[in-house]
């Protein structure tokens, strides 16, 4: 077994972008992944993972990497007879194509693997495609299996189950989770509202942002109500984009040039692991994952100096803070408030902008955490959101829902000597 690196990522904006299609986000991210490793071409490259959701929608199923991959196999920029695996797992897709990367390498079967990510979920024209690819995101052949839960979680949160239009049915879960937490803990709105004011205030700082305005936690209480206690700009957006990491074995490091090498970032651990319909003071799936992740990197919470979290919602942030052990469970509201998650605090925790306010293409979003995080062990963020000095990073990254746990989650451990 060898040790797997990191020697190129990229990202492009994220964002509502109704005159770019899947074939061009493909390219574009490709493109400046291998320019990022410093290559013209990818003829090193032994294998591709594509990530995608929701490509079905618009017609394309079965072969979506293939089929975006066509032009740049005709163009010589990316090698013939190369397989290119397909892979989904509603918002964990992109995390599971880097885990398959990471996988190949370390088996001994790779020496070099592509892990994309390519995401629209902007329909202008024809929002019901929208609706339809988040619908994929939950059990539809038992659904009063997960509406009977709903039902009695509600009673228990205080907040009944009772979707409504203009949002996914994903947002009325968390608010409900949101609800509990405050009913056991006394979490309060305000603290949630920290945690978005904080990512909106990141993401001015990100040039590939879907959002860069900043929001007091008085402006994120008084936007509009999504389902309370969450309001719009706790919530992520839709929108566009795609991003990409290669990944290679240490031999393969170890001949590439000074700047390429200085610039790797080794994947110390990647764990991933599944939901179920768990009691609600059960903790969550991303607990599991994270205590392998840090055992198999042998190290503890205490080490991570930059966390992307999953923020699909501002409450989920505090919540995950509690599940990967960097506050004490029912602190993450204080944890929070305090300033210990910003640029600057013990711990800061999405630099990016988070989902909320980067941007969350379901398909791309596991490897925009990646994106950033190696920026920021690389010393490369811009200014205003850099972590100095950063060592170890983690990335938590969940997908789908199963009652109040997401379908699967990845965590991801990443290390950069200095």
Known sequence: MTDAYIIAAAATRFGRQSDVSEKQLARQVYLDVLADAGWVTGDDIDIAYFGNCGMWVVGQGSVRGQVCFTALVADGLFPE?????????????ASMALHMAARDVLSGQSRVALAVGVEKTFYPDRPELTARLYDGGIDRFD??????????AGTAAGKPFEPGPGRTIFMDTYAMQACYHMKRYGTTQAQIAAAAAKNHAHSVHNAKAQYRKAMSVEEVLADKPISYPLTRSMCSPIGDGAAAAIVCTKDVLDGLPAEVRDRAVRIAAFQLSGGKYRTLDEDGLSRIAGDRAYARAGITPGHIDVAEVHDATAFCELYQAEMLRFCGEGEGGPFVESGAASVGGTLPINTSGGLVSKGHPVGATGLSMIYEL????????EEGRRVPGAEWALAENGGGVMGFDEAACAVTILHRDR
């Not at 009063?144 to 709903?150: F, G, L």
């Open 81 to 93: 007879r190369v397989p290119m695996v397909n892979v989904e797992g509603a918002c964990a897709t």
């Open 143 to 152: 659904p009063h299996e997960w509406q009977d839960y709903y039902k009695a």
């Open 374 to 381: 190696v920026s920021q062990l690389r010393g490369e963020t």
